[in-house]
């Protein structure tokens, strides 16, 4: 953790920027790690201010340590929105994310509070702040299949075929990244149109809300630290137990199971990751998902950093 007094400052200059621009959302956006929460806490206390998550994994109940999920000291800090609302094998997807932080935006407005956006979810940031190209529903059998041959023949087989027929959308997917790579291949399977046609067609250039962005600046070396000190901490405070309780209540193929994290303490459990091997590999993992939060940072428009 940063020393108190720069982080104060972190947390004066964003409630600052806050402060210029009443009516604004405030967003709290930022790599894993990198000291999101602590921001969005720090904004709260100082605004009067509520947290709604964008966070694909703290959605969920029961996914409690691998996804940061706020402890109950930190929602006695501030009450936080959007966290805890839905059981692990029910769909939430950006569209229904946004109706949900929709919602806990008006409620915290109508009490004369301010909603703080906090979350490294920036599919569901951008969702919120530009809206959504126009897509297909969801269909769960293509989606079965996806995950069945991304079992059978690896992650980037599915991804080879996306190449195929939407190489825009491949090219900034990772090929591990199976939810977004099967979302992409389920759009031009159930429409015969590449999803990245639809991207561009939207342009997401209108905003739907006014809002600040702030972002906690790290260097690739400090983020790299905190990343696998969390990593421990995590694992040394029950994660593997946490999973071997989901996989047991039936979670085993829950959407969340296939996140950063989740996926690698999975692999532990079904024997084909060691303990030993374990926090490296999550490690590793992690530090690839910064990355390419990292490169979506550097496109956002009007981001500032603190």
Request: charged content about 30%; overall charge neutral.
């Amino acid at each position: 953790m940063d020393a108190s007094g720069a982080w104060s400052a972190r947390v004066a200059k964003a409630v600052a920027l806050a402060r210029a621009r009443p009516d604004a959302l405030l967003v709290v956006v930022g790599p894993t790690a990198s000291g999101k929460t602590e921001l969005a806490l720090g904004a709260a206390e100082a605004l009067d201010g509520e947290i709604v998550s964008a966070d694909s994994v703290q959605v969920y109940r029961h996914f409690d340590i691998g996804s940061g999920k706020p402890s109950a000291s930190e929602r006695a800090r501030a009450a936080h929105h959007v966290v805890d609302v839905a059981d692990p094998l029910e769909p939430i997807d950006a569209a229904r994310f946004v109706d949900l932080a929709e919602r806990a935006i008006e409620d915290v407005r109508a009490r004369g509070r301010r909603p703080i956006v906090c979350g490294g979810t920036f599919l569901w940031t951008r969702a919120l702040l530009w809206g959504l190209a126009e897509a297909p529903a969801a269909d769960a059998e293509i989606r079965r299949l996806h995950r069945d041959e991304a079992e059978r023949d690896g992650r980037a087989a599915l991804h080879a075929r996306l190449v195929a027929v939407d190489p825009a959308s491949a090219a900034r997917l990772h090929p591990n990244d199976l939810v977004r790579v099967s979302r992409a291949l389920e759009v031009f399977e159930l429409t015969g149109r590449p999803q990245s046609e639809g991207h561009a067609a939207h342009g997401f250039a209108r905003p739907r809300h006014d809002a600040v962005l702030v972002a906690v600046e790290r260097s690739g070396d400090d983020l790299d630290a905190r990343i696998a000190a969390r990593v421990d901490a995590w694992l040394a405070s029950g994660w593997i137990d946490e999973v071997e309780s989901l996989v047991a209540r039936g979670y085993r193929d829950a959407r969340a199971m296939g996140s950063v994290g989740y996926r690698q303490v999975a692999s532990h459990i079904d024997g084909r990751c060691s303990r030993d091997e374990l926090a490296t590999a999550i490690v590793r993992a992690t530090r690839i998902f910064a990355r390419r939060q990292r490169t979506w940072l550097h496109r956002a428009v009007d981001l500032a950093y603190v």
